[in-house]
């Protein structure tokens, strides 16, 4: 589909269609443009085919710097101000009465730079259309000017020229200054995804010293070393808002029992009333030896035969056998709408 105004847009569906309609473009002036992340580097590379020669006429590249501070959305963004710069140097007053095409690997980019709508990288966006806006008195015609969506790895010389730019590019590599657009002769600022995230890395460390100094760590670890439990979201997001109660109160060594709720007063006697051969209600019992769980125990079974209850908390921690040791608990039907039984109620 083309639409545009200076400039039409082309994305299409498949790989093979914009292979193809590539190919069949008559277009006087191609631009291949690229953003690389590359080797902890990000550039942006533009390369100038003209009168369908297979050699370029030109190329320009620019190092946006270190892939920390800047995203491959930026080197985009940066390939189509150095395509827009290309044309101002080799197309002159034949925009749009020549055909001229862009192409870019990077759907989004071509949404964004028409659209215009508030987002990343807007500013550089910005340059792209303050660069081009001289064409406008120019007879302007957007099915002569347009920018084209081609897909990565497409074997299409341009685009492979263009890949291996941007990558030299992202190591380091930019065309001296002088031939570039005045907005890339300085260093880019920070991008702001880069900012929000170098922010959270700052918190994260800052957090990680405070803990490290709290009485609570210590405490924390005895109970559980996995905390802060940075995988707990993909562990909990299919249970259910009772099986994750439940999980919690394992993982911090608050199941009520009867041996850990008679230690606190809460229960007559510490044994276990469902098989009531004298035991001790224990985790342990609970898991590995009470008769009365026989049944539920056999999905259980595969799991502690892999690993014995000192590993219990690594265990928890895996998603899957988390879930099967919850399912057993909850089978066991020691609570109820997520809160403790009565300690003396009889199963
Ligand atoms: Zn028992």
């Given amino acids: 589909m083309t639409k545009g105004r200076i400039f039409g847009t082309t994305i299409h569906s498949t790989r093979e269609e ?75 007053n034949k925009i749009g009465t020549e055909g001229i095409s862009i192409y870019t690997d990077c759907q989004s980019v071509i949404d964004s730079v028409y659209d215009m709508k508030p987002g990343p ?35 299409v010389n341009g685009n492979e020229q263009v890949d291996k ?3 030299e590019a992202a190591q380091g590599i930019s065309t001296p200054k002088i031939f570039l657009p005045p907005l890339l002769q300085c260093p880019l600022p920070t991008g702001k995804s880069a900012l929000l995230q170098q922010a959270k890395e700052t918190r994260t460390v800052k957090w990680r010293a405070l803990w490290e100094t709290s009485p609570r760590n210590k405490r924390m670890k005895k109970i559980d070393k996995d905390f802060p439990y940075t995988k ?9 808002r009772k099986q994750t109660s439940i999980l919690i109160q394992m993982r911090t060594g608050h ?33 590995k ?5 026989k049944e539920q125990r056999k999905n259980l079974r595969k799991v502690l035969r892999e690993r014995s209850l000192a590993d219990f908390s690594t265990m928890l921690s895996d998603p899957k056998r988390a879930r099967l040791i919850v399912k057993f608990v909850e089978g066991t039907k020691h609570w109820t709408n997520g809160y403790m039984r009565n300690p003396d109620q009889q199963i």
């Avoid at 007879?139 to 790895?153: A, E, Q, R, Y």
């Avoid at 009520?256 to 019992?285: F, I, S, V």
């Avoid at 030896?289 to 769980?293: F, H, N, Q, S, V």
Wanted: aromatic share 10%; proline share 3%; glycine share 8%.
């Fill in 255 to 287: 199941l009520p029992l009867n041996d850990y709720l008679y230690k606190r007063k809460l229960a007559q006697l510490p044994n276990c009333n469902a098989c009531l051969g004298g035991h001790k209600e224990t985790l342990e019992h609970l898991l």
């Fill in 18 to 92: 914009s292979i193809e309609a590539e190919s069949n473009d008559m277009s006087t002036t191609k631009i291949f443009t690229d953003g690389s992340g590359f080797e902890g580097g990000a550039g942006a590379a533009a390369v100038i085919y003209q009168n369908g020669s297979p050699t370029p006429t030109s190329s320009l590249k620019y190092h946006l710097g270190k892939l920390k501070d800047h995203s491959t959305y930026e080197g985009e963004a940066v390939g189509l101000i150095l395509a827009a710069w290309l044309i101002r140097l080799y197309c002159k």
């Fill in 289 to 293: 030896e009470c008769i009365a769980y």
């Fill in 165 to 167: 730019e941007a990558k």
């Fill in 232 to 240: 707990f979201g993909k562990l909990t997001n299919k249970l259910m």
């Fill in 121 to 155: 990288s807007q500013y550089l966006l910005n340059e792209f259309h303050a660069l081009i806006a001289s064409f406008t008195n120019l007879g302007n015609n957007p099915s002569k000017f347009t920018i084209n969506w081609i897909s990565v790895h497409s074997q």
